[in-house]
């Protein structure tokens, strides 16, 4: 215990600060949209710490999260919501185990890049008007995309783009697709904590961080949530793309510079 104090008392509190505004700030975005708290935290805490420590700092809010976001409407529709996108779940978990062995050997510089190239694509293609669509949901594109979004968590901790193209190509209502974005994050956030316990990325230094953003991000989530029900969802989520965008290009720019 007294081992597990001193990693509490290893960062100075402006950055405790700092890492619990932005867990608070990661769940508010995830309760508008569904998705993007990862990024956020990744993008904002990256710009302080290492981007291992970044990573293993949002694993244990976005597994608290997206179980909680995945049960909004029982356990039920969140069965529904596992039948109905089994393949595509089944590919990235086993893509996901075997990308996150990669962590600790790849560059700084390409794992930011692996991270930001593929989230401002997304961003720009949603902000341009035309959103990405895939030419069908057939068993080959779901297991293409479950394989593609099982990568980029295992080396970043984040589903969100594959995953919202996916669902965007079958025309998912709304609220079946904030519901289904939780299953496959909440299941990912599972192998992904399992992942990179057994990588070295969430580690006794590491999990007192990832501890502390648990209480903020549930916070930020609720008040999410409240706003996604009362407010217009399109003018929000266009600004949270924005955001979005602005966080990637950061990355891409410290993955290159």
Do not use: C, Y
Not at 49 to 76: C, F, S
Not at 103 to 125: D, K, N, S, T
């Amino acid at each position: 215990m007294d081992a597990f104090v001193h990693v509490f008392l290893t960062l100075p509190a402006w950055v405790w600060a700092f890492a619990l505004t932005v867990g608070f700030v990661g769940g508010l975005v995830k309760g508008v949209i569904g998705f993007a708290m990862p990024i956020v935290i990744m993008s904002l805490l990256s710009s302080l710490l290492d981007p291992e420590t970044a990573l293993a700092a949002l694993i244990l809010p976005t597994l608290v999260t997206n179980g909680v976001q995945a049960m909004r409407q029982g356990w039920r529709a969140a069965w529904a919501s596992v039948k109905a996108v089994r393949l595509f779940l089944a590919v990235g978990a086993v893509t996901l185990v075997i990308a996150a062995q990669f962590v600790r050997v790849l560059p700084q510089g390409i794992l930011f890049l692996a991270i930001g190239v593929p989230v401002a694509v997304f961003a720009l293609f949603q902000l341009s008007g035309r959103p990405m669509r895939l030419p069908g949901a057939s068993p080959l594109i779901e297991g293409v995309m479950g394989g593609i979004a099982g990568v980029m968590s295992g080396l970043s901790g984040i589903w969100g783009p594959p995953t919202v193209a996916f669902l965007t190509a079958t025309d998912t209502p709304k609220v079946d697709q904030v519901r289904i974005l939780g299953v496959v994050f909440g299941l990912g956030s599972v192998l992904l904590a399992l992942a990179h316990i057994q990588s070295g990325v969430l580690r006794w230094e590491t999990l007192p961080l990832s501890i502390a953003l648990v209480p903020p991000a549930l916070l930020g989530l609720a008040i999410g949530f409240r706003v996604q029900d009362r407010i217009d969802q399109a003018m929000f989520r266009k600004v949270t793309l924005w955001v979005l965008l602005l966080l990637s290009l950061n990355l891409v720019r410290r993955g290159i510079f």
